[in-house]
């Protein structure tokens, strides 16, 4: 296994654990929209069951339509990730970094929709009245590994007499 393979795995295996570690944690401690406040006025732990996708998406449609519809779509990124990573010889570390981490939080999500039909969020953030959506560990990963993916691909269009 080179060293590529190997920053997939473990990075792969750490957040798909810290991300089941952390949702079994909190639903086994806490109530269901229970909160605790960690820093006032700015961030919560608070126990939430998102049924949708990112900010709520899809919350609203049936729940046999929801979930076959996010399951299917979160295998179907599962799969391309994979495959791209098995055909993509030439991708350095980051591009192998940020689909790990894409990687790690679909399969955390997915784990969730299987066994519970919705996805446990806890991190909450706020300003005063002003709520983000709350998320996890899985989301975070899937956003960061999002950003990478963008800078890897801005880094490969610069031109080349502006690369150092």
């Given at each position: ?38 820093i006032?006025?700015l ?21 046999m339509?929801?979930?076959?519809f996010?399951i299917?779509?979160s ?10 990573l ?23 999500n997915?784990?969730?929709r ?17 709520h ?10 899937i ?22």
């Open positions: 296994m080179n060293k590529k393979h190997g920053i997939f795995f473990i990075t792969l295996l750490l957040v798909v654990g810290l991300d089941q570690i952390t949702k079994m944690y909190i639903s086994s401690v806490m109530s269901l929209h229970a909160s605790y406040p960690v006032d006025g961030f919560s732990i608070t126990y939430v069951r998102n049924p949708g996708a990112a900010f709520g998406l899809f919350a609203n449609a049936t729940p339509f929801r979930s076959l996010l299917v779509v295998a179907v990124a599962i799969v391309m990730i994979l495959w791209f098995a055909k993509n010889r030439s991708g350095g570390m980051l591009l192998t970094f940020a689909l790990s981490l894409i990687l790690g939080g679909a399969v955390g997915l784990l969730d299987i066994r519970f039909g919705d996805v446990v969020d806890f991190l909450d953030f706020y300003i005063a009245s002003w983000w959506p709350a998320f996890n560990v899985a989301d975070s990963a956003s960061v590994g999002a950003v990478l993916l963008i800078v890897e691909m801005l880094r490969r269009e610069r031109p080349r007499s502006l690369r150092q």
